[in-house]
């Protein structure tokens, strides 16, 4: 099947520092999405970006599916921003409907 | 309303017992989704509704896991015989139609003893 890498796995940053994190795919997909997982377990969609770049707030995303990859850049950390932040992939073709995530990045800002 | 809602957000129950687990989609959203999340892992899919039609439960883990979605809102997950092992958190998600963007709920953490 399909696989997701995400890196890193763990991610301390102080705040108002920047980063950016990294999803490959081993298929070609027919959705990716960003998603922020709070302390309290909700997920928070951030971006449906199966391909191109968009920007929201501090926030902005990027994926080359001809190259299999997707970067999400967190600008000026904020300690609200900690969390684990999932890629998710929907396969083009059969199944498409159905995520597959990766292992997530586990971020921790600090003041 | 606004979200994708899911009773109850926590429940304990012992190993044998049945449960079920209640999915409010988006108010408009054909399609309903169930995962399951275990500590320290992403979500797993497990079953897709478009409509009242299961279109995939590829991802149940065997027979003791069924779902339904009767007049295509409110959808009931159900696990008979729960084991120890079912233990995670449920995570409902919906779209407005197959392909879309998916929102999730708040997800049911279920513990069984």
């Known amino acids: 099947g399909i696989q997701v890498e995400q890196s890193p796995p763990d991610l301390i940053l102080q705040e108002g520092a920047n980063s950016t994190l990294r999803c490959n795919f081993s298929d070609s997909v027919n959705n990716l999405q960003w998603f922020h997982q709070n302390p309290w377990g909700q997920l928070i969609n951030l971006f449906y970006?199966?391909?191109g770049t968009k920007q929201n707030g501090r926030l902005s995303a990027t994926t080359v599916a001809t190259e299999r990859y997707s970067l999400l850049y967190i600008s000026s950390s904020q300690t609200t921003d900690s969390g684990v932040y999932f890629c998710a992939v929907a396969l083009r073709g059969g199944g498409y409907n159905k995520l597959i995530f990766g292992a997530g990045t586990r971020l921790a800002v600090h003041p | 309303g606004a979200g994708v809602s899911q009773t109850p957000s926590n429940k304990v129950t012992e190993k044998g017992k049945y449960v079920e687990l209640r999915c409010d989609p988006i108010s408009g959203h054909t399609a309903l989704y169930w995962y399951r999340q275990s500590l320290g892992q992403g979500p797993e899919f497990l079953i897709y509704f478009q409509g009242t039609g299961a279109a995939d439960d590829s991802g149940l883990p065997n027979d003791r896991f069924f779902a339904v979605r009767p007049e295509g809102s409110v959808s009931t997950l159900k696990i008979q015989r729960t084991e120890r092992g079912d233990s995670a958190v449920y995570l409902c998600?919906?779209?407005?139609?197959?392909?879309?963007?998916?929102?999730f709920g708040p997800g049911t953490r279920l513990t069984v003893l």
């Open positions: 998600a919906s779209s407005l139609s197959q392909g879309d963007t998916q929102y």
């Open positions: 970006i199966p391909s």
